[in-house]
């Protein structure tokens, strides 16, 4: 099998946890490069992988081909601009970019030099999202009117990244945790007709927004996305109402926490939520109601890597691409003209 040697842009969390595993475990993938500005500390688990003190460096090594840009988001546009006038294929984490004009600068230039640039939307791999996108996508209730996604925390504490937590480009819970329900929904129902959107700074001494609550108008379904860091006690975070019934789903996937253990992807338990964390489905037909709890279906972040495989080695569609996170952003830009402006932003 072919190997894709593969750079990331940084070790801390994100390189350490979503991406250097599945990386490792992937037959078609090398790990082969890190940037690493001041601590080395990839070395220590990958004794084998490269670690280049800067950026241009590792550009410059024609044995790069594929360069995972997993850094702030204030840095997507100019990282990513690099890598792929490199001549490198690039993904790129949520958000995409701080704005509408880097992204559509962005898939533009990926066209011009024929390189593909996806972004790292792992939460489609969820197993929660996946259990959600099979009830929607066999139409179990029906004709769908109204639909909930949230993400929610309970953290007052300040993130001690600073970057998280300074106000600027690319700050806030918007982009941060934004981008997984917006592309959680743009899935299940497509590009909506308007929105409405309030964000807000509700923790102590905060100075960056860390609630959000967007309301997306298509003509016949609501769909409301909610985040914020101070819920305790977290409501579903899928609730969908159709003419046929319910269904409500817990946010449960597992693999971050199994991650952040040092636990490996590849075992035939990876991915499984424990039972209490079915969702309920309940519904309404000839013979009645029937309330049921649905088992949930496996989620594994080694899908979205098996797809970018297939991409770069047999032109198959890429499992996220550009344009993906261009309709994300485009959603973002006008959820902050909304909050600013107090009003509904027309999409159409």
Same mark, same amino acid.
């Given at each position: 099998?072919?190997?894709?040697?593969?750079?990331?842009?940084?070790?801390?969390?994100?390189?350490?946890?979503?991406?250097?595993?599945?990386?490792?475990?992937?037959?078609?993938?090398?790990?082969?490069?890190?940037?690493?500005?001041?601590?080395?500390?990839?070395?220590?688990?990958?004794?084998?992988?490269?670690?280049?003190?800067?950026?241009?460096?590792?550009?410059?090594?024609?044995?790069?081909?594929?360069?995972?840009?997993?850094?702030?988001?204030?840095?997507?546009?100019?990282?990513?601009?690099?890598?792929?006038?490199?001549?490198?294929?690039?993904?790129?984490?949520?958000?995409?970019?701080?704005?509408?004009?880097?992204?559509?600068?962005?898939?533009?230039?990926? @066209?011009?030099?024929?390189?593909?640039?996806?972004?790292?939307?792992?939460?489609?791999?969820?197993?929660?999202?996946?259990?959600?996108?099979?009830?929607?996508?066999?139409?179990?209730?029906?004709?769908?009117?109204?639909?909930?996604?949230?993400?929610?925390?309970?953290?007052?504490?300040?993130?001690?990244?600073?970057?998280?937590?300074?106000?600027?480009?690319?700050?806030?819970?918007?982009?941060?945790?934004?981008?997984?329900?917006?592309?959680?929904?743009?899935?299940?129902?497509?590009?909506?007709?308007?929105?409405?959107?309030?964000?807000?700074?509700?923790?102590?001494?905060?100075?960056?927004?860390?609630?959000?609550?967007?309301?997306?108008?298509?003509?016949?379904?609501?769909?409301?996305?909610?985040?914020?860091? +101070?819920?305790?006690?977290?409501?579903?975070?899928?609730?969908?109402? $159709?003419?046929?019934?319910?269904?409500?789903?817990?946010?449960?996937?597992?693999?971050?926490?199994?991650?952040?253990?040092?636990?490996?992807?590849?075992?035939?338990?990876?991915?499984?939520?424990?039972?209490?964390?079915? $969702?309920?489905?309940? @519904?309404?037909?000839?013979?009645?109601?029937?309330?049921?709890?649905?088992?949930?279906?496996?989620?594994?972040?080694?899908?979205?890597?098996?797809?970018?495989?297939?991409?770069?080695?047999?032109?198959?569609?890429?499992?996220?691409?550009?344009?993906?996170?261009?309709?994300?952003?485009?959603?973002?830009?006008?959820?902050?003209?909304?909050? +600013?402006?107090?009003?509904?932003?027309?999409?159409?």
């Amino acid at each position: 099998m072919q190997k894709i040697n593969t750079a990331l842009c940084s070790f801390g969390m994100s390189g350490r946890v979503f991406h250097a595993p599945f990386l490792e475990q992937h037959p078609g993938f090398q790990l082969y490069a890190v940037w690493e500005r001041s601590k080395k500390s990839v070395q220590e688990l990958y004794p084998q992988v490269i670690s280049y003190v800067n950026y241009e460096e590792l550009l410059a090594d024609p044995a790069i081909e594929l360069v995972v840009v997993n850094t702030p988001t204030y840095t997507h546009y100019d990282f990513t601009r690099a890598a792929l006038l490199a001549g490198k294929h690039v993904i790129v984490e949520k958000a995409f970019t701080v704005t509408v004009a880097q992204a559509e600068e962005l898939v533009q230039l990926a @066209k011009s030099q024929n390189r593909k640039l996806s972004v790292y939307q792992n939460r489609r791999w969820d197993s929660d999202f996946k259990t959600v996108q099979k009830i929607v996508n066999e139409k179990q209730l029906g004709r769908i009117v109204e639909a909930e996604i949230h993400y929610d925390r309970y953290n007052l504490a300040l993130s001690p990244k600073a970057h998280k937590e300074t106000p600027g480009p690319g700050a806030g819970v918007l982009h941060d945790l934004g981008p997984h329900i917006i592309d959680q929904a743009l899935q299940l129902f497509g590009l909506p007709d308007a929105l409405f959107a309030d964000i807000r700074t509700l923790r102590p001494s905060s100075q960056v927004s860390d609630y959000l609550d967007i309301l997306l108008y298509y003509p016949a379904l609501r769909v409301r996305l909610k985040s914020g860091y +101070i819920v305790k006690e977290p409501p579903p975070a899928f609730i969908l109402h $159709g003419l046929e019934g319910s269904f409500l789903k817990h946010r449960a996937d597992l693999q971050e926490t199994d991650l952040q253990k040092g636990l490996k992807p590849g075992s035939a338990e990876w991915g499984r939520e424990p039972d209490w964390a079915q $969702g309920i489905l309940h @519904k309404t037909g000839k013979k009645g109601d029937s309330r049921e709890l649905v088992p949930t279906l496996q989620g594994n972040y080694m899908d979205y890597y098996d797809a970018i495989y297939g991409a770069l080695t047999t032109n198959k569609p890429l499992p996220v691409t550009a344009e993906d996170g261009l309709a994300v952003m485009r959603i973002i830009e006008a959820a902050i003209e909304s909050d +600013i402006q107090k009003k509904v932003i027309d999409l159409s």
